[in-house]
Nanobody, 114 residues
């Protein structure tokens, strides 16, 4: 059973930064395109950023230039560096592969508020 364990969230003021981590227990994870998703209260889960096995990255427009996705294949961990955070970034953040293959983890809450 694959486990996804997200961590690193918290309460931060607007303009602040956080780095999220996602530990993945799956084998062959290094060959998969991994992604970060988020779900704000009352909204559907949305894809935020993805990273391919070849380290190509892509982002939704609202986070371009502020968020950076990366991966450490040796550690089977995916990261999301978030800078210049805004209140609208408040959400529970999850990771999964691009196809949402695995059961969702518990996520990590990010709250941006003064």
């Amino acid at each position: 059973q694959v486990q996804l364990v997200e961590s690193g969230g918290g309460l931060v003021q607007p303009g602040g930064s956080l780095r999220l981590s996602c530990a993945v227990s799956a084998s062959l994870v290094n060959s998969r395109t991994m992604a970060w998703y988020r779900q704000a209260p009352g909204k559907q889960r949305e894809l935020v950023a993805l990273i391919t096995s070849g380290l190509y990255t892509d982002y939704i427009d609202s986070v371009k230039g502020r968020f950076t996705i990366s991966r450490d294949n040796a550690q089977k961990t995916v990261y999301l560096r978030m800078n210049s955070l805004k209140p609208e970034d408040t959400a529970v953040y999850y990771c999964n592969d691009r196809l949402q293959t695995w059961n969702w983890g518990q996520g990590t809450q990010v709250t941006v508020s003064s």
